[in-house]
């Protein structure tokens, strides 16, 4: 091949290496090949020549047309590898990602407790009853022996709901589940209304309670339940002895202390703190405040529809979350309500 034919295949090999896409490598191909490519023009020039030259020049020309040609479908198939790789990275799936497929759900670590208090408290005979969030003013309050204008009622600071109700009480989120001992022990009394002998109330009432109150130990909305066990000779001994018993089966041992240290609230006299000791284990040793209890006042006896001279017993209200915390060794309340799946997942098996 002369150096011109051998200078034409070397430009047309860099313009095709410097084409970045297909079109380009179109519009290069036919500065060579085209109708008024450079290899066309030789072509044509041929026609000049005599018959001998025509064919030794012709051969050349068609060599130097061949690597242009060569040239031309390696440029083209590395351009569509290079398209089809930029586009498989654009598609491209990354296999170690998580799925989105469904997952199952648990049930959360609060409900847990919810359901083990339950079926420990019916399998001692307990009945359960639930009642309204929205309570009225009369029955989370002045039932229970908080009057208008009573300190106690600081204690409890609550959200007040911008209505009454039928009766004209202001409502507000109940504070406690203590209400829900004057709405069940008036239906129970109305149930049994003239019948010889009145069953025990035997009650507890789990359920969300609600205060103005926000840090590690307190959330706005939590949970509570009550106990309530009324009777003709139902003492603090008896109070013992339900909630050891409750106690052992909660948390599954037995080597569980209990004192009772007095304290005061409206609707109890005498009024106790339950405090609970573990006798081993990382809490071993250190009393932790567990519920409030105490023998049900006379003025909410006589509200539940009682004569308070014949029927007595006791009451007490234990808040879950603070159960769940020490079953399970959580330090902040928060994390029960942040829906921290790396939290609540540590549940599923529990
Ligand atoms: N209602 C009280 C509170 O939320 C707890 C309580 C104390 C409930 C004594 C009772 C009781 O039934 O007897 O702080």
Do not use: C
Not at 12 to 33: D, G, I, T, V, Y
Not at 199 to 224: C, E, K, L, W
């Amino acid at each position: 091949m002369n150096t011109q034919l051998q200078d034409l295949v070397n430009q047309a090999r860099e313009q095709f290496a410097a084409s970045p896409s297909a079109a380009e490598l179109e519009n290069a191909k036919a500065r060579f090949l085209g109708k008024s490519g450079a290899i066309t023009a030789l072509m044509k020039d041929l026609a000049k020549l005599s018959a001998e030259d025509k064919r030794a020049q012709g051969a050349e020309i068609n060599l130097a047309k061949q690597a242009i040609e060569q040239a031309l479908q390696a440029r083209r198939d590395a351009l569509a590898e290079a398209e089809l790789q930029a586009r498989l990275a654009e598609q491209a799936i990354d296999v170690t990602l998580d799925g989105r497929g469904q997952r199952r759900g648990g049930v959360h670590p609060v409900m847990r407790s919810w359901m083990r208090i339950e079926s420990i408290f019916r399998s001692i005979g307990f009945e359960v009853a639930e009642g309204p969030e929205i309570e009225d003013d009369w029955s989370n309050f002045t039932a229970l022996n908080s009057p208008q204008d009573h300190p106690a009622r600081s204690m409890q600071d609550t959200f007040y709901v911008d209505l009454d109700d039928a009766r004209g009480q202001p409502l507000l989120l109940r504070t406690h589940t203590s209400p829900m001992q004057v709405r069940h022990a008036r239906a129970h009394v109305q149930r049994h209304q003239g019948s010889a002998a009145m069953p025990d109330i035997r009650v507890i009432a789990p359920g969300r309670t609600y205060r103005v109150d926000s840090d590690a130990t307190h959330s706005p909305m939590f949970h509570q339940f009550e106990g309530l066990w009324i009777g003709e000779n139902v003492s603090m001994a008896d109070l013992k002895g339900v909630y050891t018993a409750f106690l052992h089966a909660f948390f599954e041992r037995d080597d569980i202390e209990l004192r009772f240290r007095p304290s005061y609230f409206p609707f109890t006299e005498p009024s106790a703190e339950i405090d609970m000791m573990f006798d081993s284990g990382p809490l071993r040793g250190r009393w932790l405040e567990i519920s409030g209890a105490g023998q049900v006042h006379p003025v909410v006896v006589r509200n539940f529809g009682l004569d308070p001279e014949r029927h007595i017993g006791f009451a007490f209200g234990s808040g879950i979350e603070r159960l769940t915390m020490l079953r399970y060794g959580i330090g902040d309340l928060r994390q029960f309500y942040g829906s921290d799946l790396r939290f609540l997942e540590q549940f599923d098996a529990a």
